[in-house]
């Protein structure tokens, strides 16, 4: 009864924390963006050929820094209204939802992918220690973990998309074209190969570091040891007993990437002009877009805490032990 007690009385402070969290985030969302030095008129209408009289120039300036207060933000927030876009005279919603689904696709594939190789890479390194193969292994990933992704991304757009012409060069896709249902998946397979590329090479060894390092410490296990006395399968061993043990640190990393999957991916997407959150959010900024960079922060830091609750989730299913705590 006291340990029901004490688990119900560990979610209700649990719900309390992220909840002020949230609203926290909230707030920095519509404080942080009204910082930044500059505004929309001038961002705007500096570099055009146009030439504003001072009282157009205060009067678009008034219009576009109005500012009815928090309330009316957390008002507008609860009915879901997040406003129009400055430069695109469009809803924030449209913009956001329309680059959303490009993000997930980049970023969860690069996810997904360099998370399987260099999850099983790694553990099948750390079950050969010593040999050649695993000294080979780590000297390579601890130097290409070194290199930028924007030095990889470059050299990859020059290599195969300006000078072999093998991938295009930029978009998610061909504008206009023409086709069916299978022959757009491989249109946009083919705009995605290169940031797609650039990403798993960036992320793939620091997987494969983190699941070696994890491994080499459960693999001296004593309960490694008993199984292998036992007689078990040494691939069950290597992967039912000691590869799921070192599975939690990879997803937290895992977790961590996906959080920050609009800064993570920003980079990568301005090189490749990838039509996703990263490259909406930085023509925001450079434009002072306050409705569109205020929704871009304010999902980039509620998503953090999504996933941070969700992750407690899926560590409970990779070890039993953790709800079990007290």
Request: glycine residues 8%; positive net charge; proline residues 4%.
């Amino acid at each position: 009864m006291a340990t029901g007690t004490n688990q119900a009385a560990g979610r209700f402070w649990q719900v309390i924390t992220f909840s002020l969290a949230a609203l926290a985030m909230i707030y920095l969302s519509y404080l942080l963006p009204r910082l930044l030095p500059g505004d929309f008129v001038t961002a705007t209408y500096a570099s055009a050929n146009v030439t504003l009289t001072a009282e157009q120039e205060a009067g678009l300036r008034a219009y576009y820094t109005q500012d009815k207060g928090f309330g009316d933000y957390l008002l507008k927030l609860a009915t879901l209204d997040w406003g129009y876009s400055y430069a695109f005279l469009t809803p924030v919603s449209d913009l956001f939802f329309g680059a959303l689904p490009w993000t997930i696709l980049l970023l969860g594939s690069a996810n997904l992918i360099s998370m399987f190789i260099g999850f099983v890479t790694g553990v099948e390194a750390a079950w050969r220690h010593g040999s050649r193969t695993e000294k080979g292994l780590v000297g390579g990933m601890t130097v290409l973990e070194g290199i930028p992704e924007i030095c990889t991304g470059v050299i990859l757009l020059v290599v195969f998309a300006y000078n072999l012409q093998w991938f295009p060069a930029a978009g998610a896709e061909t504008a206009y074209a023409e086709g069916g249902f299978f022959q757009r998946l491989i249109d946009m397979a083919h705009h995605l190969a290169l940031p797609l590329t650039t990403l798993v090479l960036a992320y793939f060894p620091g997987n494969f570091l983190l699941t070696r390092n994890s491994m080499m410490m459960v693999i001296k296990a004593h309960y490694i040891d008993t199984a292998r006395a036992k007689g078990i399968f040494p691939r069950r061993i290597r992967y039912a007993h000691a590869a799921r043990n070192a599975l939690q640190p990879i997803v937290t990393r895992f977790g961590l990437r996906l959080a920050f999957m609009i800064t993570g991916a920003l980079v990568v997407e301005r090189i490749n002009s990838y039509p996703g959150l990263g490259t909406l959010l930085f023509n925001a900024i450079q434009t002072r877009d306050l409705p569109v960079i205020q929704a871009v922060v304010l999902f980039s830091s509620l998503i953090v805490l999504c996933v941070i609750l969700g992750m407690e989730g899926v560590y409970r299913i990779i070890d039993p032990r953790i709800g079990n705590a007290r």
